[in-house]
């Protein structure tokens, strides 16, 4: 716009000057209402040119100052080349320039790797692998302008996706479909690693490579949840008969218990029952011994010494 501003202006400018110039020397007479007055060309001309250049003076005072935001740099350019970089906040420039501002610090892209013409990756047997992954970078500030200068302000889509798409499906054809998933973490360190390795030549630096979706084609996913929900039923059905093992064991074993309860019961009660009977045995035998006994009976007189000696042994023996 400043360019379209200095034409116009200059174009004024020389109009007034040469008019300025050419009738200079003559003298214009109006009347208005019965008075005259003259005009005289060269001052006209002189003021027009003067008040033209003293507007485009202060109108190209309003292109030498320009803002450039913070976590970004102020790519000068002048007549289509980069001449030199700015640093953030307020800055100032030759009318003539103008400051393109480009990010240095924390810039995001999304990866689609999802079929069509973004293309998608591919497992070991050739299966499609689609891929929502997001890019976070950094630029070196004193390569930006040459990285301007070579790539434009595409670099982007011009340097960084398609390497990171390369190697991204160089590291997933490693890998079975069903083994991808499992191994999302590592395919995602390695594309990182790889991917950091090939940018630092274009002044890229604090690669993170992001997953934020993997996922797989229509029929594949579908046999992928027919296998799950078979493996959940087998497992379900695992765990029913282990439940009944459980059951019929913890059975067994409350009537093994039972049984050596009633084995030792009854072996108790034996006991008891011998004991019982061999106390009755013993009973009997005693009754039946006491009724064998009949006691002898011997007369003596009074006073014999032998019937003395008897008495005294009979009462001892009470």
């Not at 307020?90 to 069509?116: C, F, K, Q, Y």
Request: contains cysteine; proline residues 3%.
């Amino acid at each position: 716009m400043w360019y379209a501003i200095t034409i116009i202006a200059s174009l004024v400018i020389v109009s007034a000057l040469i008019v300025g110039l050419v009738l200079g020397g003559e003298r214009v007479v109006t009347k208005d209402y019965g008075e005259s007055s003259t005009i005289d060309p060269r001052q006209i001309g002189f003021t027009v040119a003067g008040i033209t250049a003293i507007l485009w003076v202060l109108v190209s005072m309003l292109f030498i100052w320009h803002s450039v935001n913070a976590g970004h740099v102020g790519l000068v350019k002048a007549f289509g080349a980069y001449t030199g970089v700015k640093e953030e906040g307020l800055v100032t420039t030759w009318p003539w320039e103008s400051v393109e501002e480009a990010r240095i610090r924390n810039a995001s892209h999304d990866l689609l790797m999802n079929g069509g013409p973004a293309g998608s990756a591919s497992s070991k047997e050739s299966q499609e692998v689609f891929v929502v992954a997001t890019i976070n970078y950094s630029l070196e500030k004193s390569c930006v302008e040459d990285l301007y200068r070579n790539y434009g302000s595409s670099y982007y889509e011009t340097i960084i996706e398609p390497r990171a798409k390369q190697i991204f499906k160089a590291e997933t054809v490693r890998f079975a479909a069903v083994e991808i998933l499992p191994n999302r973490e590592k395919i995602r360190n390695e594309t990182q690693a790889e991917l950091t390795k090939q940018l630092e030549p274009f002044c890229v630096r604090g690669l993170d490579f992001l997953l934020t979706n993997v996922g797989f084609g229509q029929e594949f996913t579908a046999a992928i949840e027919e296998k799950q929900v078979a493996t959940q039923q087998a497992a379900a059905e695992e765990n029913r008969v282990q439940i009944a093992k459980q059951q019929a064991q913890q059975a067994i074993e409350t009537a093994r218990g039972a049984a050596q309860a009633t084995l030792i019961q009854a072996r108790a009660d034996s006991r008891a029952y011998r004991l019982r009977r061999r106390n009755l045995t013993d009973n009997l035998v005693e009754w039946e011994r006491i009724q064998r006994w009949e006691p002898q009976v011997v007369y003596l007189p009074s006073d014999s010494i032998i019937a003395g000696n008897l008495g005294a042994a009979a009462g001892g023996n009470r």
